[in-house]
């Protein structure tokens, strides 16, 4: 797929969220990339043979504080080539475009990692419910 129509993808994703989460996107640049760097890689520290889909960099809404301000947009990075290397059909590359905008879109509102793949799952409170099938949570 050519990072053009990867792009729409990504900003269709962002645009089918409900308004109350776009309309809190302010000051947020998100963008596609192809691969993540090792830098990020490092950063994030995942084990070896491991790779990243998105990454949110930046400050959660809910650790701002009252002084917060005059500070460079928090940026959500969709990685394209993992994405692609996951999945070869387009219907199943949209889907796993829109899981990790909204993944990492979530980050952005403050929901930690644990809490993200309890939810991606299907859990509660590290409870399965009853015929939700365990989703694979590589981001």
């Not at 990685?79 to 199943?92: C, M, N, T, V, Y």
């Not at 993944?103 to 309890?118: T, V």
Request: glycine share 10%.
């Amino acid at each position: 797929m050519d990072r053009d129509e990867f792009e729409s993808l990504v900003a269709r994703a962002v645009e089918g969220l409900p308004e109350e989460f776009r309309s809190r996107l302010e000051n947020v640049a998100i963008l596609v990339e192809d691969w993540p760097s090792q830098h990020q890689l490092t950063k994030t520290g995942l084990g070896q043979g491991r790779t990243l889909l998105g990454l949110y960099e930046g400050v959660p809404l809910t650790k701002r504080g009252m002084h917060y301000g005059m500070v460079p947009p928090d940026k959500i990075t969709i990685f394209q080539k993992p994405i692609e290397a996951k999945h070869r059909s387009g219907d199943l590359i949209v889907r796993e475009i829109q899981r990790v905008v909204r993944h990492e879109i979530a980050h952005h509102f403050g929901i930690g990692e644990a809490r993200l793949r309890q939810i991606e799952a299907g859990t509660t409170n590290g409870m399965q419910r009853p015929g939700d099938k365990k989703r694979d949570s590589e981001v």
